[in-house]
């Protein structure tokens, strides 16, 4: 796999896995911020977890990409 390959797929799992997953994580965060339950906490936590998820994923492809050219 060439490394135009490798971070083509890491912008295509950047922009169609990770960023609408984060967007709905934030929009249920936001809808349920007025609720009691802590839900909305939880899903801020989910969210940047996710976030952290998808910089490591980036991280790691570009480090894939450098070592394959």
């Known amino acids: ?10 912008v295509r799992r950047m ?8 967007g709905l994580l934030l929009l249920l965060c936001m809808l349920t911020a007025q609720m009691p339950s802590g839900f ?8 940047f977890g996710w976030v952290v ?3 490591g994923d980036w991280v790691a492809s570009d480090l894939r990409a450098f ?3």
Do not use: E
Not at 1 to 10: E, G, I, K, N, T
Not at 40 to 47: E, P, V, W
């Open 1 to 10: 796999m060439s490394p135009a390959d490798v971070l083509r797929f890491a």
């Open 15 to 22: 922009f169609w896995v990770h960023m609408p997953t984060i």
């Open 40 to 47: 909305s906490g939880l899903c801020a936590i989910a969210a």
């Open 53 to 55: 998820l998808a910089v």
């Open 67 to 69: 070592r394959a050219a």
